[in-house]
């Protein structure tokens, strides 16, 4: 039992490994630091900056979204970045999106979580694992997609063909180690972010 634990972990370890190195190159093609354009900007000046606003609800949230927005270009290259750096840099996938979104809004007082699926079918006809936020407001559920670029869309622009759950502490750390991958793969075969 002990020999099976034991490489079980080795395996495991060999693994993240390799996802790590084979993530490295689509990471050191990303120049460093804020993105070109923005100014500096952390999450939290911008949590002072929205709650300055004094905006009724509905519009502070789509405020929130369209700070998001223009801020966070989708970037698969930067997917070991906290979602804190990712939205202070200026670049994020969907997870550091969602995150960022859901961080501000929590901030601002709302009810919200991030969700995923494993599968979801996109408007390209692609298929794919997603993140986005759920806000509870008003014994109503409003779903946000992060990193759809029209932030006045109140409609989803994919649709969930697994089971929506949230974020486990040990399924975000798994995440974050798939998600480079497959983002470093996609950049790898794509030549670009989106």
Request: positive net charge.
């Amino acid at each position: 039992m002990t020999d099976i634990i034991e490489i079980s972990a080795i395996c495991i370890f060999t693994i993240l490994v390799l996802y790590t190195l084979f993530s490295i190159p689509a990471m050191l093609i990303l120049p460093p630091g804020i993105r070109p354009g923005l100014e500096e900007l952390t999450i939290e000046e911008a949590v002072g900056s929205l709650k300055s606003m004094n905006l009724p609800d509905l519009e502070l949230i789509q405020e929130t979204r369209k700070l998001l927005v223009t801020r966070m270009q989708y970037c698969r290259r930067n997917s070991y970045d906290s979602y804190r750096t990712a939205f202070r840099r200026g670049y994020g996938y969907c997870v550091q999106q969602a995150f960022a979104l859901n961080f501000l809004l929590t901030e601002l007082g709302f009810e919200s979580k991030v969700a995923q699926s494993h599968k979801n079918r996109f408007a390209n006809g692609t298929t794919g694992g997603h993140a986005w936020v759920r806000i509870h407001y008003n014994n109503t559920i409003i779903e946000i997609d992060p990193s759809d670029k029209n932030w006045q869309n109140e409609k989803m622009t994919f649709v969930p063909l697994k089971k929506v759950t949230g974020f486990s502490f040990f399924f975000r750390i798994l995440t974050i180690w798939g998600s480079a991958g497959v983002n470093a793969y996609k950049y790898y075969t794509k030549g670009k972010d989106e």
